[in-house]
Each structure stands twice: as C-alpha cells, then as structure tokens.
C-alpha cells in the first residue's frame, strides 16, 4: 500500500468559508461580483492597515498575475519600455512585462534574504540609463514569504525615481520593520492561489495608495467599460475581477490568517530543529529581528561537500520516494529558456541557490504524523 502523500503546500479551510459561500447562495449573488467581493477587499484593507492610517485601498482581482498586469499599466509601461525584475523568483513576476511589449531586466539575489540585491539593482539601473533606457519600474519579490531589503530597495526607488512594486505573493502575514508586507511599494500585489498561505482557490488582489487608483483598477479590471447607458470602451479592458463565490472562500480564510502564519512559522522551527546537528544543510532565516517571515515555505541549502555527497537533488528524490512532495527553488528567469536573451545583472548567486536550494514541505495543516515522516525521511536520506 502507498503512502499518503504529503504536499508541499496545500490549501487548509478554516470552516467558515461554507457559510459565506451559502450566504452567496441564499441571496442569489453568483454573479461576478457581490458583497463577498466588497467584505474580502475591507477584510484584506483592515488586516494590513488596521489603524487606516496609510491610504491604502483593495482591488480583488482573478489572480496576482492580474495585479502586476494592472499595476504596470498604471506606472505607463509599454512597448519597448524597461522594468527591472528580481531574477530569482516564479514567472509569473515577469510575464505581465511580456504582455506589455515591454523588456525585462533582471537582477540577481543576495544572500541573507534571497531577495534582489541593492548592489546589483542599482549597477542595472546605471547601466541602464547610460544605454539610454531609464527603467518604469522595479518589480521587488518577498521571497517564500521572506521580506526584501525594504529600506535599501526603498532608498534606490527614491534615487531614481523608479517606482516599486511590491510582489507579496508569498508573503501575507510577513513584515519588515512592524509593517505589513503588502502595504510597502507603490503597487502591491497579493495571490490566493492553491498553494498560498490562504486561498481563494485561484484570485488575487492590487493593493493601491489611493482611492483613486483602486477605481482606475476596477475600471481596467471590468473590461474598461466607460460611464454610458450602453456598452461603450474607449480603452482595452480585461475580466480580471474576483468572483463573488470565490472572495466568500476569502473571506472565511481572512478569519484564520494569523493562525496559518503560526502554523507556517511553527513548521519552519520543526525544520529548524531537525537540522541542527546534521552538517551541510543551511535553513534560511530571518537576517534580523528587523524581518518577520511568515515562511510560507522553508528553504534549505544543501552543501554536498559537508553531507558525504548527498546534492539536493539526492535528498528531493529520497523524499519522493516517500511520496513526500519537495521543491527546487525557483529557476532563475535569465535561466530560462523564454527570457534567455535579456538581459541580466548579478554574480551567480541565484544560479547557486537554484543548484542547491530546496523548498520543504510547510503547510499549515501538516499533522504530528507528517512530521514523523518527514523527520525519518531526511534523516535516513542524509545518513546515506
């Protein structure tokens, strides 16, 4: 008999989802949008500005690829503009540049967060403009749930007058310096995707500085329908709203949402513990008191030199064998095949992380069981 499979991050109800998704139901609201959908933006509004004190405002969206998509159409990217993009990061951080006609520029990681690094992101942006081409925007990912050098990044945003979007795909519940990941670029995206600390099932959401730009995203969102009796579009418009049904799951998984950073957070120190008297594997931190990470997922290095020959690649395979789910990191986008020809700023430190890092299953609903498993696993993998 087969073992039962333990993923890499699944989703985890939290049992009030059902009764948002009935409310739905019993008022008829299954179209598009609906009070779900206004519920989820305040409940998303309310958790990362609690106080109201920074303007901020919701647009929910089908997905964080819409979000991008919608944030660079406000920032006026187009045909043969630049954007900046951290390399090490999913694909879907770049392809919304792609859409545009515009050209990515990507740059490399530092070690401590594994985010885009300071160093590198401004030699991109000199060089850059010495070539002619000053970049619309730089597009900061917190990766794994990591937050990135927020001060750092920040300070070079204000340098050059390159806008930031903040990728906090990963990374609801996180914080740099007491604030909320989220609230920290001039556009912030958020995903609900299967796998994210919460889900919607698939969806998405534009976090913006001003009501303004909220209705700017609606509007783009909606298929760009202007203000008249009839069907009339003076501009290209897209269906990237979030539905009713789906933002009533949302808004059962907002009432959970601390407990599943907990739950994260709790499996990052499983692992953290597991490794501690085992050489040459490296669990990735927060680089000080300054980052709080909801670790969505845990990421390891594995050094083979200090772990008798045993690669990441050995350590993926003996745990799929236990039909236990593991990661590479991502694939760095110079890396692949599709974005090859642009161009990219770095020293190979994403190149490493990718050859040695491993995502470990963290989910939130992982049992004393799974955790036995996964202990015994690593552990007779290692000591091969």
């Avoid at 236990?324 to 994403?350: C, D, N």
């Avoid at 955790?371 to 690593?378: G, H, P, Q, S, V």
Wanted: glycine share 8%; net charge negative.
């Amino acid at each position: 008999m087969s073992k039962e499979k333990i993923w890499l991050s699944s989703p985890h109800m939290g049992g009030n989802e059902l009764k948002y998704i009935h409310n739905a139901f019993d008022q008829n609201w299954i179209a598009p949008l609906g009070p779900n959908v206004n519920g989820f933006e305040n409940d998303i509004k309310s958790y990362l500005d609690p106080a109201d004190s920074e303007g901020l405002e919701v647009a929910a969206l089908s997905s964080g690829t819409a979000a991008l998509h919608l944030s660079l159409i406000q920032l006026g990217v187009g045909p043969e503009d630049e954007v900046i993009c951290q390399s090490m990061t999913f694909a879907a951080s770049a392809n919304p540049i792609m859409y545009l006609g515009a050209k990515p520029i990507f740059v490399d990681s530092e070690r401590d967060t594994l985010n885009i690094c300071s160093e590198q992101l401004e030699i991109a942006i000199k060089d850059r403009i010495s070539k002619g081409k000053k970049p619309k925007a730089i597009i900061a990912v917190h990766l794994y749930g990591m937050p990135y050098k927020v001060d750092e990044i920040q300070s070079i945003s204000e340098k050059y007058e390159i806008p930031i979007i903040e990728d906090s795909a990963e990374a609801l519940g996180s914080k740099y310096k007491n604030r909320n990941c989220g609230t920290l670029g001039d556009f912030s995206i958020l995903s609900f995707n299967g796998n994210k600390i919460i889900t919607t099932s698939g969806g998405g959401a534009l976090v913006t500085r001003s009501i303004e730009e909220k209705q700017r995203t609606v509007f783009l969102a909606t298929q760009a329908r202007d203000d008249a009796p009839h069907y009339q579009h003076s501009e290209i418009g897209y269906n990237y709203r979030l539905s009713n049904i789906s933002a009533g799951i949302g808004r059962g998984q907002m009432e959970v949402l601390d407990k599943r950073v907990e739950a994260r957070r709790d499996m990052f120190q499983f692992y953290v513990n597991l490794f501690l008297s085992e050489t040459g594997v490296k669990v990735h931190k927060e680089p000080s008191d300054d980052f709080f990470s909801n670790h969505w997922l845990t990421v390891i290095e594995v050094d083979e030199d200090e772990t008798n020959g045993i690669s990441r690649e050995d350590l993926r395979k003996c745990l799929e064998e236990e039909n236990i789910e593991s990661r590479p990191l991502w694939k760095p986008m110079h890396m692949q095949p599709v974005f090859q020809q642009y161009p990219f700023y770095g020293t190979g430190v994403a190149e490493n992380l990718f050859k040695n890092g491993l995502c470990l299953p963290s989910g939130s609903n992982l049992t004393d069981n799974d955790r036995d498993r996964l202990k015994m696993a690593i552990l007779n993998c290692l000591k091969k």
